[in-house]
């Protein structure tokens, strides 16, 4: 059994910054993959930013320069920090992450999700 659960969203001022956790629990043996997704109200959920199983990073056009994702594969912890924080970043922030677990299955997981709002 494992478990993803995210934390650190909140309302924030256009121009101020968030820093998102994601922290993995269970019988986890490693984590290869892990990112980060948004969905705002009447849209599709999309992807945000991204560690491949070759550590690297990929971003959204859109937050390119403001955002950095990172990780510390000893916690089992994935960090989102958000800076220069715009209106159109206003959604719920998910973590995903490929989890392989103790027994060696390799578990796609979701966290439940936290909200990130932004005003103007």
């Known amino acids: 059994q494992v478990r993803l659960a995210e934390s650190g969203g909140g309302l924030v001022q256009a121009g101020g910054s968030l820093r998102l956790s994601c922290a993995a629990s269970g019988s986890i043996h490693s984590i290869p993959t892990v990112a980060w997704y948004r969905q705002a109200p009447g849209n599709q959920r999309e992807l945000v930013a991204s560690f491949t199983s070759a550590d690297n990073v990929n971003y959204a056009e859109s937050v390119k320069g403001r955002f950095t994702i990172s990780k510390d594969n000893a916690k089992n912890m994935a960090y989102l920090q958000m800076n220069s924080l715009t209106p159109e970043d206003t959604a719920v922030y998910y973590c995903?992450?490929?989890?392989?677990?103790?027994?060696?299955?390799?578990?796609?997981?979701w966290g439940q999700g936290t909200q990130v709002t932004v005003s103007s």
């Open positions: 995903n992450a490929r989890i392989l677990s103790t027994s060696m299955s390799l578990i796609d997981k």
